[in-house]
T-cell receptor, first 113, second 112 residues
């Protein structure tokens, strides 16, 4: 069974803290993605990776960085969390560029106070 | 760039049929996807269209017209469990690793 897991379902952090969100997939997928989802704005792409150590900016990369040291793991880093980064963060993966289905993790609800 | 529009909310009655529309303007196109997302859960894949026409899958069907930049998701014999957000997404041109651009989603409420 296909599986994308995220390290936390709920997280509360203080302004200025460094935050790590981890995502692991067990399907040997090449491409992995980080989105944030906010009411009225839908899913917006933060960063994506198409191979180990490869990364590209999405639509809203400011304030975020990513790391992909192993194929199965894609980390999202908030260097200095701010209140406007309070959101639902969703990780996803897909086998390759022509594959149909993008699989999502359960999401991490991050609150920055 | 990509621009995807879909209605914010829709309401329908149990047992009825509902059509959720999606229009898009994109610089490249390699497929249109529909996802279902229940409150507090991750999106799950419903359908995929890359050629014009209707794709049927049980109670759900999806239609695509590439020349019009238009798609719809048709839900028949609505059930209470169909209350969810429905996301339209467009895949960028072939060879792009970027994958999907999502619309804001349509929140469907099914009433008894």
């Amino acid at each position: 069974d296909v599986k994308v897991t995220q390290s936390s379902r709920y997280l509360v952090k203080r302004t200025g803290e460094k935050v790590f969100l981890e995502c692991v997939q067990d399907m040997d997928h090449e491409n992995m993605f980080w989105y944030r989802q906010d009411p009225g704005l839908g899913l917006r792409l933060i960063y994506f990776s198409y191979d180990v150590k490869m990364k590209e900016k999405g639509d809203i990369p400011e304030g975020y960085s990513v790391s992909r040291e192993k194929k199965e793991r894609f980390s999202l880093i908030l260097e200095s969390a701010s209140t406007n980064q309070t959101s639902m963060y969703l990780c996803a993966s897909i086998l390759g560029q022509g594959a149909r289905e993008q699989y999502f993790g359960p999401g991490t609800r991050l609150t920055v106070t | 760039g990509q621009n995807i529009d879909q209605p914010t909310e829709m309401t329908a009655t149990e047992g009825a049929i509902v059509q959720i529309n999606c229009t898009y303007q994109t610089s490249g196109f390699n497929g249109l996807f529909w996802y279902q997302q229940h409150a507090g859960e991750a999106p799950t894949f419903l359908s995929y269209n890359v050629l014009d026409g209707l794709e049927e899958k049980g109670r759900f069907s999806s239609f695509l017209s590439r020349s019009k930049g238009y798609s719809y998701l048709l839900l028949k014999e609505l059930q209470m469990k169909d209350s969810a957000s429905y996301l339209c997404a467009v895949r960028d041109e072939a060879g792009s690793a970027r994958q999907l651009t999502f619309g804001s989603g349509t929140q469907l409420t099914v009433l008894p």
